[in-house]
């Protein structure tokens, strides 16, 4: 089997909130007729570094064209050369690597006949607990709008959340305080993401004033690759601290410094499935948790990592990926499913990532290019549409 071929189509798909994500469905076409596809999700954070489309799919046939989809291990190694990590959290890189893995796992796997949770290593689990998000409050009077999607949400069978926080902790509080009183026992936080948004003393000062309510772990409560300040904050706090992944080396100073006890793991921030398999053993080998996190995927991304997921030995706390859920339309047939607070991880019997494409959907979200124009910096970190000042 050879990649013959190699599509690439913007959409562009509002959030319930009205905020619009751009991500790019990936296929990749083979010469016994099979078609593998992926995702490269959620190109909004950091607007204004935008990619020109058309340039990156001459880019990407130059690369995989002619080869073996197979050859994972050879085709990530070149196109990490050509889309290198950086020591940044949203690189785009990783992004564009992302899709083009999952699009080789999705064909590979359907000319096998069997689904991306056999071809990495088998299932251990059929079903993935997650969370859902409040994004951080800036005002007060949003407190009341968040307790409300937390009852709506609950009434859906999402019984745990997970809360941005550290902007205005006067509503962080009343918010925690009102979850409390209103549905107590009923709901779990399972934790509080700063984001990188504060140092760490700063970010423990704020986690010290939001103890007296109960969460289980903290996200991201220093300035990005800030190793040893990690380690101070997690020295600190009997809370579990956990970070995302965006490079390799990232990681490595991460276990050298024994920053965190979670690693925070998604295909989109590490480069794909494979990258994020490799992360999940290092992590395993440092014995450290793992948990998937999220840019918040369409159903093909989220996909994806239901069956990494579903085939990790360390994935011991509740993950991130809800992106179905907060958008406002998906892109494919028939979208992941979600059952009492879990993610269900596509059957077996379904070939790939068991995704098929909508092309009416595709045609309703589709746009030319990837360029953002006027988004704020707070629409930016805190994912709204908000645009009060
Ligand atoms: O845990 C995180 O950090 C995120 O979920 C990042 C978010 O900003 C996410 O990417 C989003 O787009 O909402
Ligand atoms: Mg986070
Ligand atoms: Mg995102």
Known sequence: MKISDLRLTVIAMPRNTGFVCKHVIVEIDADNGLTGIGEMSDFSHLPHYSLDIQDMAVVLKSILLGQSPFDISLLNKELLSNFPETMFYYEKGNFIRNGIDAALHD??????????????????????????????????????????????????????????????????????????????????????????????????????????????????PAVQNDFEGLHHYRMNTEYPVSEHVWSFRQQSEMIKHDSIDIFNISPIFIGGITAARKAAAAAEVAGKSCLIGTTQELSVGTAAMAHLGSSLVNLNYTSDPTGPELYIGDIVKNPVQYENGYLLVPGRELPGLGMELDWDQINKYRVDDLSWGNVSVHQLQDRTSQTKK
Request: hydrophobic content about 40%.
């Open 107 to 220: 064909l590979c796997a359907k000319s096998l006949g069997i689904s991306v949770a056999e071809f990495i290593g088998g299932r251990i689990k059929e079903k993935i607990k997650v969370c859902y998000p409040i994004f951080r409050h800036r005002f007060m009077d949003e407190v009341e709008e968040n307790l409300a999607i937390v009852r709506e949400r609950l009434s859906k069978g999402f019984d745990t959340f997970r809360l941005y926080v550290g902007k205005n902790l006067d509503a962080d509080e009343a918010f925690l305080d009102g979850v409390k009183k209103e549905f107590g026992s009923k709901v779990t936080i399972k934790s509080l993401d700063f984001s990188h948004l504060l140092d760490w003393k700063s970010a423990l000062k704020a986690t010290k004033r939001l103890s007296q309510y109960d969460f289980q772990m903290v996200e991201s």
